[in-house]
């Protein structure tokens, strides 16, 4: 039998996961609401992997309270997520996945790219989502890394941001808005420069973009989540001294400033 794999948050993307990692004959030990990450360890000391796919909000209550036996073992799956968020905890080298595909309710998982895999256990990764016939490659270095977090954060926010004022699906959003896409994804890219402390290379980040667009043309705007992601972007702006103006127009509009 091949060794157990803990997962802190059984959700729709989790789930994709355990399955995946069952048919791989890994046994899966969840953490959930009702239990805790040391009650788990008790049991489950050295797994293989230690798959944290809890929301954005929770993540860094967490990797607070992560194990020690199991910080070398962490794979983080989470969307807004940066290097900061996991330096922060004292953790140098988690594997980390930036997740391009869908899933709902009572819905199969929905491919829009293959997602890049960085870290000492991406091979477990790639095969526990081949596993579920869903792509994924290695990445090679953190700054590529880097690359494809920042990437998803500004398909995520510019989409569900813009679509706050115009909805409809991507491919509406860059044909027939592609001015305030184009706005909205420079005042990003200006918060997503302030959190890595780096220079970004704004057009090729933005064609990744699109490229993902054109994965899925019919993938929604905006989400539930759109107000609370603009809310906790401007509060970013606000404490890097950012201007974002399309964010802020959008923002007042929206009734949100």
């Known amino acids: 039998m091949k060794q157990p794999v803990v997962i802190i948050g059984i959700g729709e993307i ?35 992997l230690v798959l944290v796919a809890v929301g954005e909000k929770d993540l860094h209550p967490t990797l607070e309270t992560i194990p020690a036996s199991w910080r070398d073992r962490l794979v983080l799956i989470q969307n807004e997520l940066l ?10 080298k988690p594997t980390v996945i930036s997740v391009w595909f869908e899933k709902k309710p009572g819905m199969d998982a929905k491919m829009v790219v293959p997602s890049p895999v960085f870290g000492p256990h991406a091979q477990t990764v790639i095969a526990t989502l081949d596993a ?9 270095s953190p700054e590529e890394l880097l690359f494809e977090l920042v990437r998803k954060n500004l398909y995520i926010l510019t989409t ?6 115009v909805g409809g699906n991507v491919s509406e959003l860059w044909h027939e808005h592609g001015d305030l896409a184009r706005a909205v994804a420079k005042d990003v890219l200006s918060i997503q420069a302030w959190l890595t402390g780096e220079a970004l290379d704004e057009e090729k980040l933005i064609d990744a973009m699109v490229a993902a667009f054109e994965g899925d043309p019919q993938h929604g705007c905006m989400g539930r989540s759109a107000p609370a ?14 201007e974002v103006p399309t964010l802020r127009r959008i923002a007042e509009k929206s009734g949100l400033a």
């Open 14 to 48: 989790g789930g994709v996961f355990a399955r995946g990692l069952l048919k791989l004959g890994h046994p899966v030990y969840p953490v959930t609401r009702q239990t805790t990450a040391s009650e788990v360890a008790a049991e489950v000391e050295a797994p293989e």
């Open 83 to 92: 290097p900061h968020d996991w330096q922060q905890h004292g953790i140098d």
């Open 132 to 140: 579920v016939g869903l792509p994924a490659y290695r990445l090679n």
């Open 160 to 165: 569900n941001i813009a679509g706050l004022e």
């Open 229 to 242: 992601r603009l809310e906790r972007a401007l509060k970013i702006a606000d404490e890097g001294g950012l």
